[in-house]
Structure formats: C-alpha cells, structure tokens
C-alpha cells in the first residue's frame, strides 16, 4: 500500500508539473478581443510559504531534468520571454493555484514557488513585477512564460517573445517598481544574443568543445571567460545571433547532432 501511495504521489506530482508551461501540442492564443489591461495591477511581494508540491528538489520534462533552486535570494538573469494565454486559462498550476492569463504571474523552470520577480523588457523599458507561480517554458530556448497580463504590458504580445532581465525581488525591496502601474525607463540596449553550448572550469575541455561544434556550424564559436567567485568558468557560445527564431533553429540542428544542453543567453 505504501508503494502504492508512493506512485500515486509521483504522479499527482508530475501532473502539476506539467500543467502549464507549453508541454501541450493545442495552440495558445490570446482572448479573441484584446483585453484592457491597463488596470490590472503588479503583483505585490508577500511572505509566503513555498509551494507543498511545487518545489521538487528536481523533476523531468521531456528527457531532461531540471533542478530546483533552494532559494531565490540574489536572482538575477538576461534571457528570453515568451507568454501563455487561453490554451492554460482556468486550469491548475504547478503551485496548485489556478492560472489566470489575466493577472500577472508567470512560469519558470527553477526558481522556488511562488517566488516575485521584477521583469524589464530589455528592447523598451518597460518594467512589471509577477508572481511565478507555475514551471515552465518547455518549449525552445526560453527563460520565463509571462501571463497574457505581463505580456501584453512589456509589449511582446504581438512579437511572442522578447529580450528580458529577470531579478528576484521581495517584501521591503524598496527598489522595485510601483505596484500601481507599468514602469518606463529608457534604456540604450547594445545587449547581444548567443547560444550557450556549455560552461567548463579548464580551458582545454571549452576548447574541445569549441572545435567539435565549430566542425558542425559556419557560425563563429567563441570561449567567453567569467570570473565567478574565486572560479574561472569558460563559456562556449555562438554568436551574436541575428534573432530569438535563428537561435531556435541552430539549437534545434545542434539537437540533431547530439548537443542537447543548448539556452539563448543575453550579454
């Protein structure tokens, strides 16, 4: 009978989990008349207890496992947005909460839930701040899924995706935009993309890497250094890429060719 309950617990598990979060082959879309979001509001950081089946220590979505961060504190990551809309309305998230395209909330694939972030689009300005509350994107190389709400305010509804730094916030983080309204501040982005194929802490295994992919793609492959901590890390890296859909297709061939652990980064 424990066994039993066991698998039954898993699966429940896995069933949340992959909720939301573009794991289905049903086409999203957005309301078929455009909403007037102007007053949904930011979400507003809260003292919560994290989510009894939404944090996992680790879980898999189609082959590939994805590790639950223990904490969100002093996260901060350039990456790539896409949104969810009608196809996921009404059902339960990961968190075991209703997903409601029309308040502002998003997917993400690591970070604990719930867990507030402020996101600013990189292209314009603007700035939200959601609660992530659900696992997700599954689909290509994307960072976060934006509610059709939080979408819709960065301007990337009519595009599908864009260009975003992500950083956790919290309770009393009095540097975070008003909860009232969408912030704007100008920005010059001079941000490039890149396809991240893997970080090594020699420079001989970067190498080997390089040149196994560089044998495979016309592209330039580069080996950009980072200096973490008192580790030297050694990113391998194709780029600067044109746009988000050439990234998809060169990860998508390299898929083909055995390179499976590929992501669209910003720098």
Same mark, same amino acid.
């Given at each position: 009978?424990?066994?039993?309950?066991?698998?039954?617990?898993?699966?429940?598990?896995?069933?949340?989990?992959?909720?939301?979060?573009?794991?289905? =082959?049903? *086409?999203?879309?957005?309301?078929?008349?455009?909403?007037?979001?102007?007053?949904? *509001?930011?979400?507003?950081? =809260?003292?919560? #207890?994290?989510?009894?089946?939404?944090? #996992?220590?680790?879980?898999?979505?189609?082959?590939?496992?994805?590790?639950?961060?223990?904490?969100?504190?002093?996260?901060?990551?350039?990456?790539?947005?896409?949104?969810?809309?009608?196809?996921?309305?009404?059902?339960?998230?990961?968190?075991?909460?209703?997903?409601?395209?029309?308040?502002?909330?998003?997917?993400? =694939?690591?970070?604990?839930?719930?867990?507030?972030?402020?996101?600013?689009?990189?292209?314009?300005?603007?700035?939200?701040?959601?609660?992530?509350?659900?696992?997700?994107?599954?689909?290509?190389?994307?960072?976060?899924?934006?509610?059709?709400?939080?979408?819709?305010?960065?301007?990337?509804?009519?595009?599908?995706?864009?260009?975003?730094?992500?950083?956790?916030?919290?309770?009393?983080?009095?540097?975070?935009?008003? #909860?009232? =309204?969408?912030?704007?501040?100008?920005? *010059?982005?001079?941000?490039?993309?890149?396809?991240?194929?893997?970080?090594?802490?020699?420079?001989?295994?970067?190498?080997?890497?390089?040149?196994?992919? *560089?044998?495979?793609?016309?592209?330039?492959?580069?080996?950009?250094?980072?200096?973490?901590?008192?580790?030297?890390?050694?990113?391998?890296?194709?780029?600067?890429?044109?746009?988000?859909?050439?990234?998809?297709?060169?990860?998508?061939?390299?898929?083909?060719?055995?390179?499976?652990?590929?992501?669209?980064?910003?720098?």
């Amino acid at each position: 009978m424990e066994g039993v309950i066991k698998k039954l617990t898993i699966v429940g598990l896995c069933s949340l989990l992959l909720a939301c979060g573009s794991v289905t =082959k049903k *086409q999203d879309s957005a309301p078929k008349r455009a909403a007037d979001v102007s007053s949904v *509001q930011n979400a507003i950081p =809260k003292d919560e #207890p994290k989510s009894k089946y939404g944090n #996992p220590a680790h879980y898999e979505v189609f082959g590939k496992r994805y590790y639950t961060l223990k904490t969100s504190r002093g996260y901060h990551e350039k990456g790539i947005a896409s949104w969810y809309g009608t196809k996921f309305h009404g059902r339960r998230t990961s968190s075991g909460e209703v997903y409601d395209m029309y308040a502002m909330t998003a997917a993400h =694939k690591t970070l604990p839930l719930p867990t507030y972030v402020e996101v600013t689009n990189l292209d314009n300005g603007r700035k939200v701040i959601v609660k992530v509350n659900d696992r997700g994107p599954f689909h290509g190389n994307r960072l976060i899924d934006l509610s059709y709400s939080a979408a819709t305010k960065l301007g990337i509804i009519g595009k599908g995706t864009g260009n975003v730094d992500i950083r956790a916030v919290s309770v009393g983080d009095t540097a975070i935009s008003s #909860p009232a =309204k969408v912030s704007y501040s100008p920005i *010059q982005n001079t941000a490039g993309l890149y396809l991240q194929l893997g970080a090594f802490a020699t420079l001989n295994r970067a190498e080997q890497l390089r040149r196994d992919i *560089q044998q495979e793609v016309s592209d330039t492959v580069l080996i950009v250094p980072l200096l973490k901590a008192d580790m030297k890390l050694y990113r391998v890296r194709i780029g600067p890429l044109v746009n988000v859909e050439y990234g998809d297709s060169l990860a998508q061939q390299l898929v083909e060719l055995g390179f499976k652990d590929t992501h669209i980064v910003i720098e």
